[in-house]
């Protein structure tokens, strides 16, 4: 988005608009809506001519239409079907007439993790919406931030739900957008004391708040952390301990699956076994076709198969601690229960070797053997 920003007078009639279009569709799902938006942008500028379109510049338009859409097609079928079906929102939303009211004012599904303090889903809200207002003086840049926005807020609302590294997407969006009008030099002369103009000046405060705040709380967790010994994850410990001489040739099994993907590098790509999928491999699918309901008795079990597979004891790894009750999400729609009963037989039954805690991330552990 930059690079299409930074050149923006130079390629937007040119091969190279429609190509980085097509590159920004395939970096992501939520990036095919950011290039439609750019290219929008492009095409209103076409469309709102008041003098004869250049000639050739149909032309151009459609051959960038038509490789744009190529970008989102291509993009479309790497992530179709998904083999990551589970990675979806928690609540299944039918598209309705009310769930479309719902998607625009619903703050969780568009500003979670945004790295704000609470309450942070409402002052975020408040800052990005607020921040479009940066295009007051712009019609054509507010529509193309407007939709841009609704765009992502009923993706986020309805098929995926939106971290940091996504919403990040579009405060990124606005700054190219913002770079662009400034290139083109091409806002409205308003007079100072039009509404309009009188905006401008609130949303650039707004954008620059809310990038403001990011910057400080975002940064300040990770610094306070590598000041005080914490580790940024705990991956390699773990691989670590499975490389000593009684643990050598151990099958691994962590819960979640996801979080020992990093220990399959660590330890020369020795697969993990797979709680969800029953299997070994060094990746773990976000799949609805593998167990999304487990309990302690079930690692047990599989730690028994395991053990007389191979003949080896056996490393079981928990992300949560099993000393509270209760039924837990562990990644999307995955979850583990964890009940006395359970917690009894399963500390019966193995010996704890490491608590691999605190961590910067979500890979921390408790370290259990199999047999006791």
């Given amino acids: 988005m930059f690079v299409i920003a930074a050149w923006w007078e130079r390629i937007k009639d040119s091969l190279w608009f429609r190509l980085l279009l097509f590159l920004l569709c395939n970096t992501n799902v939520p990036a095919v809506i950011l290039a439609g938006a750019l290219f929008l942008f492009r095409a209103l500028e076409v469309l709102g001519r008041r003098d004869k379109a250049r000639p050739g510049e149909w032309g151009r338009l459609l051959a960038n239409a038509v490789l744009a859409l190529g970008g989102a097609l291509a993009a479309f079928l790497t992530v179709y079907p998904p083999f990551n079906d589970a990675a979806v929102g928690l609540d299944k939303r039918p598209l309705s007439a009310w769930n479309m009211i719902r998607a625009i004012f619903h703050q969780k599904t568009f500003v979670r993790d945004l790295g704000i303090p609470w309450p942070a889903q409402t002052i975020s809200m408040i800052l990005i919406t607020g921040s479009l207002l940066v295009f007051a003086r712009h019609k054509r840049a507010l529509a193309v931030a407007v939709f841009a926005f609704l765009a992502l807020k009923f993706f986020f609302f309805f098929i995926y739900m939106a971290y940091l590294r996504h919403v990040a997407l579009f405060l990124v969006f606005l700054l190219a957008l913002a770079w662009i009008v400034r290139t083109e030099c091409g806002e409205e002369f308003l007079p100072l004391g039009h509404w309009r103009a009188r905006a401008v000046p609130i949303g650039k405060?707004?954008?620059?708040?809310?990038?403001?705040?990011?910057?400080?709380?975002?940064?300040?967790?990770?610094?306070?952390?590598?000041?005080?010994?914490?580790?940024?994850?705990?991956?390699?410990?773990?691989?670590?301990?499975?490389?000593?001489?009684?643990?050598?040739?151990s099958a691994l099994i962590l819960d979640p699956d996801m979080v020992g993907e990093a220990v399959v590098y660590y330890r020369g790509v020795e697969p993990l076994w797979l709680l969800r999928q029953t299997r070994f491999g060094v990746w773990a699918p976000f799949s609805k076709a593998g167990r999304d309901r487990l309990t302690l008795d079930d690692i047990l079990a599989d730690a028994r198969l395991l053990n007389r597979r191979t003949g080896r004891p056996v490393v079981i790894a928990l992300q949560r601690r099993i000393g509270k009750d209760g039924d837990f999400q562990m990644m999307f729609q995955n979850r583990t229960e964890i009940t006395p009963e359970g917690r009894q037989r399963f500390l019966a039954a193995t010996r704890p070797v490491a608590s691999l805690r605190p961590a910067q991330t979500d890979e921390e552990y408790d370290v259990y053997v199999f047999p006791r």
């Avoid at 000041?227 to 040739?249: C, K, T």
């Fill in 205 to 249: 405060w707004m954008l620059i708040i809310l990038l403001g705040v990011q910057v400080v709380t975002l940064i300040r967790k990770p610094i306070v952390d590598a000041l005080q010994g914490v580790p940024y994850s705990r991956s390699a410990e773990l691989a670590a301990l499975m490389a000593r001489p009684e643990f050598r040739g």
